[in-house]
């Protein structure tokens, strides 16, 4: 298949995808820091949709969506920044492309749009971590991980991925780096990249699951 894999400048679902045959691309505005840009449009992926494409995976900025940014929505509203995002946010899913998925943190499109048709944590795919991922899907099945759902859908193929623990939920004040230390990182201009980079359970989980259709 050719996928695009929207607002994605780590690579890391492209790779996935392309590990396993399809010809996928990440396209951001900036270049990658996956190793592959012959793999990479570095562009506005608003310019790009109708390009041909099976499937997209979509990772939308979140800045001005999600709730934990909640006590500047008054600011953001007032300026514009949010209905910006929104609107990018529905172009994605409205996109002219088979099969979708739009990727996001809990966030006001739960409201805004509708509820997203699935909700899960990287410990769900071998991650010890734990960060809530909305996804929101069209021509999509949900992802399946773990032996209890596996079993609950009468599947008889052993599961992809196997749920674990949540990992050590570590303060700021704590001083050490557990398996949660992502929510701790000081302000840098890498910090926006490193807290949105997809997680490899979850990428692989995608290219096994999706990628078979």
Known sequence: MKIL?????????CKAFRDKGHEAYSCDTIPCSGGHP???????????????????????PCTHLAVSGAAWFK?????????QAIDFFMAMINA???????????????????KPDQIVHPYYF?????KPTCFWLKNLSPLRYGKEVQIALGETTPPQ????????????????????WIWWLPPSPERAKIRSKTFQGIAEAMANQWGSL
């Open 5 to 13: 894999i929207a607002c994605e400048e780590s690579q890391v679902v």
């Open 38 to 60: 012959e793999w990479h449009i570095q562009d506005d992926v608003l310019l790009h949709l109708d390009d041909g494409w099976d499937m997209m995976i979509a990772h939308p």
């Open 75 to 83: 600011e953001k509203i007032k300026d514009g920044r949010q209905q």
């Open 96 to 114: 002219p492309i088979d099969k979708i998925a739009v990727e996001n943190p809990i966030c006001i499109m739960s409201s805004v749009y509708r």
């Open 126 to 130: 071998g991650e010890e971590f734990s």
């Open 161 to 180: 991925t196997d749920v674990v623990g949540k990992g050590e939920l570590i303060t700021s004040k704590s001083g050490r780096r557990g398996a949660q």
